[in-house]
């Protein structure tokens, strides 16, 4: 099973976490989506039209999302072949706190060059957007 925690304030975030929840159960691999955190005020919520599509998706498509309770939480956790989380923007570090244990996730890929930190999907991003050509030394 791949496990989705959606843990994010920010209802853009809520939103993208939850349209991933919705990908990742295309291919047909049992998904379960959890909201948890600052991200459970968006359940049963009309706030924010994107979400609201996107759980009610997810309920059609018979793997509605939830709200877990800590024990639930650490259970899933525990079975889960994958583990995704959407915590809120900005962290380059997250963590899933789950009782007295801290599990790190892994963020975007950063790498160091000329003294500073790269964003790996930002140069991919600038890419893609790119209208010439790239050259890569």
């Known amino acids: 099973m791949i496990l989705v925690v959606v843990e994010a304030a920010e209802a853009?975030?809520?939103s993208e976490g939850l349209r991933a929840g919705i990908g990742l159960g295309l291919r047909g691999d049992d998904v379960v989506v959890v909201l948890s955190g600052p991200a459970v005020r968006f359940a049963g919520s009309d706030e924010d039209p994107r979400i609201a599509r996107a759980l009610r998706t997810l309920g059609e498509?018979?793997?509605p999302a939830r709200i877990a309770a800590e024990a639930e939480l650490a259970e899933l956790v525990g079975r889960?072949?994958?583990l995704?989380?959407?915590s809120s923007a900005g962290a380059t570090t997250r963590r899933l706190?789950?009782?007295d244990r801290e599990i790190e996730v892994a963020g975007r890929a950063r790498f160091r060059a000329g003294g500073r930190a790269i964003d790996a999907a930002e140069v991919v991003a600038q890419i893609l957007g790119s209208d010439g050509p790239i050259?890569?030394?």
């Open 61 to 63: 498509l018979g793997r």
């Open 80 to 82: 889960a072949r994958a």
């Open 84 to 86: 995704e989380t959407w």
């Open 12 to 14: 853009d975030r809520v």
């Open 97 to 99: 706190q789950i009782g």
């Open 135 to 137: 050259v890569v030394k």
